[in-house]
């Protein structure tokens, strides 16, 4: 029976990622890298601005001494991400990180949307980071850099920055190429940076506990002039000055904090033991930076008061103004430290994202070419250098920060929906029979699918509730409708999160499985979907565009030169296909 265009076009839109399961760990690429390793990149890639910038600016905007609770929040979301980041990096050993993921359970369409996302998160974090390094640089150096730019060559274009910093550029440059040459390489680098990285931050934890000041925690309203609003503005005062919905605001900003560690899930191919090194440094890297986040957001809060944070460098001029300026110049060090660890950590993944997406058609196929002296994708490094070092030249990053948490809470969101589905995906190995509710069938795996959209569905209402509660325009009568539209979102997503809990799950090995599913995959969906829903419309709206032009790749390239297009036969599961391989090894035995 003949198949119409519309529906063939439909179906494109869900194939699934075919993977060669008996050759599935060998590559291109070289595998050299550890667990030592691995948990040295996640580390790096994630402590650097955050711990140096992000801190002091969350708690001087938005929360004050409860920075503590945003980055907890932030954590905890995390955490769960990573969880099902943990379990896919066991299932599937292969470079692309959530995207490859998606492209296995999900579909090539989400999979590519997902992919453009964290490109765009890459991008702007190397660019970010690139800008962030060379300010600080120039701070040790009485800004002479910024003067001589300033006095040069101005800027003066609002969304842009105020001189062209040739320093962000040429660091990105320098990075591109040191990626290039061997990832081991990069690595060692990446290594002993992290470690004087974290000695300071211990410094900085002992040293500041000296001078904390538990008055801070408990200071009367303060009066602060607003540059957004052009206002002054008068605080609550006490440890949660702004209110609870600037301090969960303030956890969607921290969250930006902890975009790194999903470096790790796209280094598959170049571990030596990718089923158990990805999982133990995901989880190791993620505690390790949550305890120093949150260790240092107690002790800057409690030094100084929060309205009298630095905004571009907190952390050592907290310092300086307790009376420590050796300390101050110690933590400028540790910053440099962590800030090349995270720009490292900021670029690492990007040319592995481009080279996955490239071998596997939807983009630019040129952009997959490894190089067979060095065995890394060495086009896609360098453009990756010089795209962010472009960007760091003469964008002003501040407002894109934003959009990096955007692209990777809708890649957290996708990878908890994933792991969703192939925990409960229907065992092809298996023969259904009537009564049989030990194993998954297509009919439990439709259930779980639509209740997953239905768990994403209350927890927009749940957003939109905790958005609409900040907002401080509704007469007190009507905050009734807020409580009922929270509670029906949270009853909703308790009711499908019983009905996805009595499905069977497929049984099948694996060296690490999220623990308590689905309970951890619909708190991951439902919290990193509040916090998008927490970032600004011209968030929103950016994202937009950058959307529309990865469609307009996808669909004028993508869907017509994908590999899977060409590929005959039907998916098969990476678990089935070992269960399968497993039971003709013991018959034969």
């Not at 790194?260 to 390790?288: C, H, M, R, W, Y």
């Not at 107690?298 to 030094?303: A, C, D, F, K, N």
């Not at 110049?329 to 481009?354: H, K, N, Q, V, Y």
């Not at 192939?422 to 298996?430: E, G, N, Q």
Request: glycine share 8%; with cysteine.
């Amino acid at each position: 029976m003949a198949v119409s265009p519309l529906k063939r076009g439909f179906n494109a839109l869900f194939r699934l990622k075919t993977v060669d399961y008996d050759n599935v760990e060998q590559t291109k690429l070289d595998r050299c890298l550890n667990t030592l390793d691995l948990t040295a990149l996640g580390i790096g890639s994630t402590l650097g601005a955050g711990i140096y910038v992000v801190a002091g600016q969350v708690a001087k905007e938005h929360s004050g001494p409860s920075v503590v609770i945003s980055f907890f929040i932030a954590a905890v979301a995390s955490v769960f991400a990573g969880l099902c980041y943990a379990e896919f990096g066991a299932r599937v050993p292969k470079t692309g990180s959530a995207y490859v993921y998606t492209y296995v359970t999900v579909g090539e369409f989400l999979a590519f949307i997902i992919g453009w996302n964290l490109i765009l998160e890459y991008v702007i974090g190397t660019a970010s980071v690139a800008s962030a390094w060379s300010h600080y640089f120039d701070s040790l150096i009485e800004n002479k850099i910024s003067n001589f730019f300033n006095e040069t060559m101005p800027i003066h274009v609002d969304f842009l920055g105020p001189y062209p910093d040739f320093f962000a550029f040429a660091i990105s440059l320098v990075l591109a190429i040191i990626l290039a040459i061997g990832v081991k390489e990069s690595t060692t680098f990446n290594n002993i940076f992290t470690g004087v990285n974290l000695l300071v931050v211990l410094y900085a934890v002992i040293c500041g506990a000296f001078k904390a000041n538990g008055e801070n925690w408990a200071l009367p309203p303060h009066t602060s002039y607003d540059t957004k609003t052009h206002t002054y503005v008068t605080d609550e005062g006490g440890f949660v000055p702004f209110g609870f919905s600037e301090m969960l605001a303030g956890a969607s900003t921290c969250f930006y904090a902890f975009v790194g560690f999903d470096a790790i899930a796209t280094t598959g191919e170049e571990v030596k033991n990718p089923q158990k090194a990805i999982p133990i440094s995901i989880i190791t890297s993620l505690i390790s930076c949550c305890l120093a986040y949150c260790s240092v957001s107690i002790i800057l809060t409690l030094m100084v008061p929060y309205y009298n944070m630095d905004h571009d460098a907190p952390l050592p001029l907290a310092f300086k103004a307790v009376g420590y300026p050796v300390a101050q110049w110690i933590i400028a060090i540790g910053a440099i430290a962590g800030l090349s660890t995270s720009l490292l950590g900021a670029m690492f993944p990007l040319p592995r994202i481009l080279y996955a997406m490239a071998s596997d058609g939807l983009i630019f196929r040129w952009l997959a070419t490894i190089n067979p002296r060095f065995k890394t994708p060495f086009i896609a490094t360098l453009l990756s250098g010089l795209f962010a070092g472009a960007m760091a030249l003469i964008f002003a990053l501040t407002e894109l920060v934003d959009m990096m948490s955007i692209g990777t809470l809708m890649a957290y969101t996708l990878v908890a929906c994933s792991v969703l589905l192939l925990r409960y995906k229907a065992d092809d190995t298996v023969i259904d029979s009537p009564g049989d509710s030990s194993h998954p069938t297509k009919h439990t795996q439709r259930i779980v699918a639509y209740c997953i959209v239905g768990m994403a569905g209350f927890a927009i209402l749940m957003g939109i509730a905790v958005m609409v509660a900040g907002l401080d325009v509704l007469p007190v009568p009507n905050v009734y409708y807020i409580w009922l539209l929270l509670g029906v979102g949270v009853i909703g997503v308790v009711a499908l999160l019983v009905v996805i809990y009595r499905q069977p799950q497929n049984q099948q090995a694996c060296t690490f499985k999220v623990p308590f599913l689905p309970i951890v995959s619909a708190l991951s969906i439902s919290i990193n979907i509040i916090l998008m829903l927490k970032l600004s419309s011209a968030t929103w709206i950016r994202f937009g565009v950058w959307m529309a032009i990865g469609f307009a790749v996808y669909f004028g390239y993508g869907v017509w030169k994908s590999s899977e297009r060409h590929v005959n036969g039907e998916y098969r599961s990476l678990i089935n296909h070992r269960e399968s391989s497993k039971s003709s090894a013991d018959d034969s035995d």
